[in-house]
């Protein structure tokens, strides 16, 4: 199946063990009490990957290529760096503000030309960024990342996460 043809694509076809997985780790959600930042996330959260898995299908790792030091912190930096000059012009009046509502009778292209790259394009991108980042530590760090999760990650939400048992005292 090649990414251009989702639409066509029965729920049986998408069930796979990574899938079962996600899903699996998400059924302390059902569970939950409902917390206004937290629903957002679970909205977002698909929105991302998705972002993600198309913009590696065209630029394959480069965003680790050369390391934590020379591609994974610039990259961050970047896009830090983006958000904090649009969020500064916005400021001083020198880009308009993130439009909440399209002008009357403004085609999408016509809106898409006016919003440009906007500042959720680059929050999307920071947000993708740190996570693909907790990635990499988790690849290459295991033990520092295994002590993480046990530190902070509710037992309730380790279901197939293997965390090795503190070291004894």
């Known amino acids: 199946m090649n ?3 989702f639409e066509d694509v029965k729920p049986s076809d998408v ?3 990574d899938f079962a997985k996600i899903i699996e780790n998400l ?7 409902p917390r206004t930042d937290n629903q957002a996330m679970q909205e ?3 929105l ?3 972002v993600q898995h198309d913009k590696e299908g065209s630029y394959g790792n480069s965003w680790r290529k050369h390391g934590e030091i020379r591609s994974i912190l610039p990259n961050i930096d970047r896009k830090y760096d983006r958000l904090s000059t649009i969020i500064e ?13 399209r002008p009357s009778g403004m085609l999408d292209i ?8 906007s500042k959720i394009d680059a929050v999307a991108d920071l947000a993708n960024y740190a996570i693909l980042y907790m990635g990499w530590l988790k690849a290459n760090y295991p033990d520092a990342f295994n002590t993480w999760v046990r530190k902070n990650v509710p037992n309730y939400a380790r279901y197939n996460v293997k965390v090795s048992p503190p070291p004894l005292e």
């Open 48 to 50: 991302l990957l998705a």
């Open 3 to 5: 990414d251009s043809n």
């Open 27 to 33: 059924r302390w959600l059902k569970l939950a009490t």
């Open 89 to 101: 012009a916005e400021l001083d009046g020198s880009r308009p503000k993130l439009l909440n509502n």
């Open 15 to 17: 069930v796979t063990t």
């Open 110 to 117: 016509q809106f898409d030309e006016l919003v440009g790259e």
């Open 44 to 46: 977002i959260m698909p």
